[in-house]
């Protein structure tokens, strides 16, 4: 290698250079989502240089790296640790198709592992839309820019060795660098580094379901009468329609009544950009680009910032960006009347998410609002107990459907305010019994006895074990 | 208070239960030209299991049945009467004759269900020339109607013009049937605005049927509901304006005067009424909704 590169030529060449052996713990991000082409090209190299029982820790694991359901099959992956896991991947584990538990983790507690030696990692793949020669790497340009690259950040700093894949190789120095060159030994330049089409949504509509927009307009109305909209709000919301809906309805408000926020947070969609364009935030701080208008802005605008999921979410940090958070507006696949939430299961049990930032932003926010609609795909939303814990009930405030609002138990002060306010609320028990008057009580479906996944809190405990589907 | 009352097909169970939650103060269950005829049946099983099932406590629950000249409004009433929703919409209603065939079908079905007669009203969709033009007969034809509604769709068909997103063409139509309907005493309703996409246009079309003094208006999008209540709600500064008026009055009442005025204007008895109805609608939707 010469002194002025760190570029080499095959990606082969940098694994064997890195001292890869087998049984280690080697690392990925998800800024490429659906369109990521590295982690199977990586694995794919590392099958046919004959590792075995490597650790895959990557903060999510999307349907498109479903290959990865061989590399386990064949012995080349003994162990996956991730945040988030696809239906695709997530079937196989459900099924019983890994001798090890899957590990999931959060946004937050993931970067904290990594930093804290819990899960350290030994080669950080970390796929680059921009990159110069010494590993300054960016995911804002290029024809795979994804924006941030927030959740690469830690893996890349902390990793005993960090590999930094581009297709898009620039003149050194790259200057606006979320990955930095002190971090990184190698970089291989590719043709491509994935799918521009999957990485980045173009959709930005909101919702036209007008049960998604009744709870949305709901959702302002709680947020309104919590008393937090005031000058210097900081807010989080999804990428869902009923998310993007309530964030625009947000913005009416706030334009109507001269509020100016802080910041937005995020996972960042369009609909957010539009907040902070007209002047409804001060900042956007940005951990995570979802569609083509947040890469746009994270590009052009200084205001918009991009931040590691350190800062973001990690629970051992001094601060981070979601214990300042205001309201914070996440989905359910379901929630029970502790108001326990499950985002990792589906209604069979069957693995089809994660964590991702959830439990790390109810944990913060003052206001943690979940939106749910009382029935979906005729089942139940609330339910006795959740098929998998994923954020504990004691860290989410409301339940909003398009039936009425749910106040936790332990926030009386907050359900009087709403109440006050003419928001609609009603017992997270009625809200069950109106939706299984209509569906009956669901059967839940049989279980295995053996783990296949553990569910591990942002401050590193086991809070739920996911079994196998019979 | 009927701010909005918004149309959802009978054969479409997935948006009939969430029908209370979607703001309008009156959900109108369709059997008429949302059902096929070959799903007329169904439909009418599904609203009958729907309105058992659900209750619709929080919204007022209309029912529009087909038009007489079908063979299925008798089956329409047999069927829905019994379960007591606040009213019943019949179709094409031409005149008094056709009221009285209606009520004297719902007093027999009440009568066998064990209803007081007159438990169910009529709100007649007037949607043809001669309709409009016999109006106040129809609006005066029985205690059970409660309001006149105006289908300005098929109407404009028999009146062989366009229908036309700024409605020169049912001005006349409008004019006349708030008239009837005030006339007898009972309440109007304004067609809906079409469009779905359009909400600049629904929000400015129910501002106008407003300002002709209609009592609410049809919605056949969920989406245009919060614009139609907003536009058929008083506003702050007319809430306030007459409680000024009330209070006035209360005053003078107290101090034995006859003659009142407020602002350097006589307050007579239609500004009085006016403000009574202003701040009872207000009551009742800072009390969240029509029932």
Known sequence: MMKDSKVIAALKDAILRSGLKDGMRISFHHHLRNGDGVMNMVLGELAAMGYRDLTVNSSSVFDVQSPIIDHVKSGVVGRIETNYMGAKVGRFISAGGMKEPVVFRSHGGRPSAVENGVTPIDVAFVAAPTADPMGNATGKIGKSACGSLGYAEADARCAKHTIVVTDNLVPYPLEDAMIQEQWVDGVVAVDSIGDPQGIVSGTTRITRDPVGLVMARTTVDVIRASGLLRDGFSFQTGAGGASLAAAKFLKDVMLAEKIQGSYALGGVTSAIVDMLNAGCFRSIMDVQCFDLGAVASIRDNPRHVEISATRYASPTSKSCCVDSLDAAILGATEIDTDFNVNVHTDSNGFIMGGSGGHSDVAAGAKLCIIVAPLIRARLPIVTDRVTTISTPGRTVDVLVTQKGVAVNPARAALRDRLAEAGVKVVDIHDLKAAAEKLTGAPRRPARGTREVAKVVYRDETQIDSIKSVK | ?291
């Open chain 2, 1 to 291: 208070m009927r701010r909005s009352m918004l149309f959802l097909p009978g054969n479409t169970p997935n948006i009939i239960v969430n029908g209370d939650a979607l703001g309008a103060d009156n959900v109108i269950l369709d059997l008429e030209d949302a059902v096929a005829p070959d799903q007329k049946d169904a439909a009418r099983i599904l609203v009958r299991s729907a309105i058992k099932a659900l209750g619709f406590k929080n919204v007022e629950l209309t029912v529009r049945i087909n038009s007489l000249d079908t063979p299925y409004w008798q089956a329409d009433l047999d069927e829905i009467v019994p379960l007591r929703p606040d009213l019943i919409m019949p179709t094409k209603v031409g005149g008094a004759e056709d009221v009285l065939t209606l009520d004297a079908c719902m007093a027999e079905v009440e009568k066998k269900s064990g209803l007081p007669a007159g438990t169910v009203k009529l709100i007649p969709l007037i949607e043809t020339a001669r309709g409009l033009e016999n109006a106040y007969a129809v609006a005066s034809a029985s205690p059970r109607v409660a309001a006149l509604f105006l289908g300005a769709e098929d109407l404009t068909a028999d009146l062989h013009c366009p229908r036309t997103k700024e409605g020169a063409e049912i001005f006349y139509a409008r004019s006349r049937m708030i008239s009837a309907a005030r006339a007898a005493g009972v309440d109007v309703y304004d067609t809906p605005f079409t469009d779905v996409n359009d909400d600049e246009g629904a929000v400015k079309d129910a501002r106008f049927a407003r300002s002709m003094g209609f009592s609410g208006k049809a919605v056949i999008s969920p989406r245009h509901v919060r614009a139609v209540n907003e536009a058929f709600s008083p506003t702050q500064k007319e809430i306030d304006s007459a409680r000024e008026v009330l209070a006035a009055i209360r005053q003078a009442k107290e101090q034995g005067r006859g003659a009142i005025s407020l602002h350097g204007k006589m307050i007579d008895k239609p500004i009085v009424v006016r403000a009574e109805q202003t701040i009872a609608m207000a009551e009742a939707i800072a009390k969240g909704g029509s029932k």
